[in-house]
């Protein structure tokens, strides 16, 4: 990979992107049926995780990936470290580079934090760092980006870009459908520049209130507001969580009418196509914006995704960590 | 190619001793041994890609075409094994298939195209060794070049070739190059990097 770290889905280029994708399904083949699920690639590397917001699947996913490539692994969380003591993000970061960190993955919900987190540890300050691989290449660790505020989650575009592809066949010229809280939603911005890095067509279905300013501007995607309109065209429809721990204003009148309206209900799953996916990046909300039944169905690929997401970020660590010391003469 | 290149095998020669090598795999391993399968072993070629694929594959047919015996293939990518990771910038990761029934009490026979240094062996043998317990690992080449860097040797070779550091083994085989044969080239390093 042509980039260091991981911070926007817009940094990967077609090529890049692909050769993630495929590798996370050779990743998939070199596990399949085995009982001992342990690579030696990554020996002697530190992956250290930084969630200052809560998260299952990704934290999990890049923890099951390290390991199973054979990194040592460290999970710092916000409320189990210093930060509730109140250090700040740059002092942590720095710390945890100091520790030897190779690789550190953050979420947190300020947007472009990843991007400072980047910045702030790639040079050293006031004391050599212990990473094996960032010291041969004499810079800091490499940063993944795992969700910044309502920013980019780029692994997440990619394990969606790749569950498409293995639902479809391909992604170039297919038409995906993103329905909900857009302006909220990191995996949406993240999805749309991968999804046209890839070749995909991408139509965004929300309310008027629930989509960033402007949005009609990034000449990326089309927007409508009539979910029902949008279903029978689609040959994936991706449904977004809305974020209420984000939200501090009155963006629609009711819950019971942003579900009627906006919600893939089990009776509007029937207007999809019937290769159309349906996937949902979690956690979902039953009721709400997906209907009780609709995950569980055949056409559903939610937990498809989260084994892709452990692929993915195997890929993505694979990429990042691997050949760190190519730049100097061995 | 290039004309300075010199030609070890034709491709003639190439089809003979991948013929030759399906013989002595099956006097060696017994294969046809009555035909009765209790004293013959469960014999599984995995093939390490990219050619060592395509050769795994033509063995298999030859073996089935001399002996009546239907061997299991497959293929084995070594990439996440390999020891050199640190120095070079990642490579695409090649399929891995391993075939129906695994390789616990089997016998493996690994295949390539070139025996150089023995690393890429080594890494197959730490890979073989995730995936399962085989009763006996052995190891067929079609071109040994010398120049071990581990206690390492082939079980079955096509041909043995000396040759200085300096050169360069090309293995060209029609399913992956679209021409076939072996030519020596004056200069890179290994055949493949």
């Known amino acids: 990979m042509s980039v260091r770290h991981l911070l926007s889905a817009a940094d990967l280029s077609r090529d890049e992107a692909t050769a993630i994708l495929d590798d996370a399904d050779r990743f998939r083949q070199a596990l399949l049926g085995r009982e001992v699920k342990k690579l030696p690639t990554l020996r002697g590397r530190t992956v250290i995780t930084m969630f200052y917001e809560n998260s299952t699947r990704t934290r999990v996913s890049f923890e099951v990936a390290g390991k199973w490539m054979s990194a040592d692994v460290i999970n710092v969380s916000a409320s189990g470290s210093s930060v509730a003591k109140g250090e700040s993000l740059r002092d942590t970061a720095l710390t945890l580079r100091a520790a030897g960190a190779d690789a550190l993955i953050i979420r947190h919900p300020a947007s472009g934090s990843a991007q400072l987190l ?3 540890t790639a040079e050293e300050r006031g004391g050599p760092s212990l990473g094996a691989g960032a010291q041969r290449l004499g810079g800091g660790p490499c940063v993944i980006n795992a969700g910044d505020g309502t920013h980019e989650h780029p692994t997440q575009a990619l394990l969606d870009a790749l569950t498409v592809r293995q639902r479809l066949g391909d992604i170039e010229g297919r038409r995906v459908v993103i329905v909900g809280d857009v302006l909220h939603s990191r995996v949406a911005r993240s999805n749309v520049a991968l999804l046209n890095t890839l070749g995909a067509e991408v139509v965004l279905v929300a309310p008027p209130t629930l989509l960033p300013v402007g949005v009609a501007d990034w000449g990326a995607a089309t927007v409508s507001h009539e979910l029902d309109a949008e279903l029978p065209g689609a040959d994936a429809v991706m449904m977004l969580r809305v974020q209420a721990e984000r939200m501090n204003g009155a963006f629609f009148p009711s819950e019971r009418e942003y579900s009627i309206r906006y919600g893939l209900s089990d009776r509007r799953q029937a207007q999809l196509a019937d290769h159309a996916v349906v996937l949902h990046p979690g956690p979902m909300l039953r009721g709400m914006e997906i209907g009780f039944s609709v995950p569980d169905s055949s056409q559903s690929a939610v937990l498809q995704q989260v084994s892709n997401g452990v ?3 195997m890929a993505v660590l694979f990429h990042l960590l691997v050949g760190m010391g190519e730049a100097v003469n061995v | 190619m290039v004309t300075t290149d010199r030609e070890l095998m034709s491709a003639a020669d190439v089809g003979r001793t991948v013929s030759r090598m399906a013989h002595q795999i099956i006097e060696k391993t017994a294969l046809d041994d009555g035909g009765s399968g209790t ?4 014999v599984v070629l995995l093939g390490i890609p990219t050619r060592g694929v395509t050769l795994a594959r033509r063995l298999t047919a030859k073996i089935e075409e001399f002996s009546g015996v239907t061997v299991a293939f497959g293929g084995l990518d070594i990439t996440l094994y390999r020891d050199d990771l640190d120095f070079k910038p990642p490579r695409a990761l090649e399929e891995t298939s391993i075939p129906a029934g695994g390789i616990d009490g089997a016998l493996v026979i690994l295949v390539d195209d070139v025996l150089y240094t023995g690393r890429s062996v080594r890494s197959a043998l730490d890979a073989l060794r995730d995936i399962g317990r085989p009763t006996a690992v052995q190891l067929a080449v079609l071109v040994d070049r010398g ?3 581990l206690p390492l040797r082939a ?19 029609a399913e992956d190059d679209g021409v076939e044969g072996i030519w020596i080239a004056p200069y890179g390093g290994p055949a493949r990097p």
């Open chain 1, 118 to 120: 980047a910045e702030w």
């Open chain 1, 311 to 313: 692929h993915v970020r």
């Open chain 2, 39 to 42: 004293d013959s072993p469960r």
């Open chain 2, 147 to 149: 120049h071990r860097e």
């Open chain 2, 155 to 173: 079980d079955y070779v096509g041909k043995n070739v000396p040759t200085s550091r300096a050169e360069n083994v090309k293995v060209r085989l």
